[in-house]
């Protein structure tokens, strides 16, 4: 059962223009959210997360939005650059970003020069 | 240079034949983690560990064995009862709350 889901598994987006990523949970236990960066052949990166406390966290470029009465989060990056081409997996935990995470399936970003 | 090193890169093993899969970090991280990835899946746990000598099964267990016996090291061996080895395994390790940090992972084929 998958716990974590994102759908539309990629986006093809122009150079400098935003990139939005999306992802619903269903478990109402998860309050601990990530999102993780991966090239081809290359273990994941941690790009940014939020507790469930909040409902935003900026870092550069990146921004993480969390909707938790609807269990949506979204990744908004902007602007976007072709080294940001890449699969992006949205994770979850219930109790901080050590313990056991479900990963939903990825999108697919290509960032068009 | 910390970091988590998995190896080998590239496995090929017989069909019916156990093989191990090393992870190693430097990072004095307590806890370690094993993951599979499939073509086009997200990553699935298959166990992890929260300290020395523990280890719990993840949600994919099944047909795979780890130890725990170091701090810095977190090994998986594949026996012959997985029924679909082929797969990108990743390993990862934490420390408190911080998030996880990913080896390059290593892709095993069945012949």
Redesign the interface.
Known sequence: DQQ?K?NS?SLSVQEGRISILNCDYTNSMFDYF?W?KKYP??????LI?ISSIKDKNEDGRFTVFLNKSAKHLSLHIVPSQPGDSAVY?C?ASAG???N??A????NQVVVIP | DGG?T?SP?YLFRKEGQNVTLSCEQNLNHD?M?W?RQDP??????IY?SQIVNDFQK?DIAEGYSVSREKKESFPLTVTSAQKNPTAFY?C?S????????????T?LSIL
């Open positions: 974590v994102q598994p990530l993780y052949a290359e273990g994941p990166t941690f997360s997996f994770a901080g970003g050590n056991r995470l990963f939903g399936k990825g | 988590i998995q890169k806890a983690y993951y086009g899946q997200g990553l699935r746990l992890y993840g990743l990862a934490s420390i408190g709350t911080q998030p996880q940090h990913f080896g390059d992972g892709r």
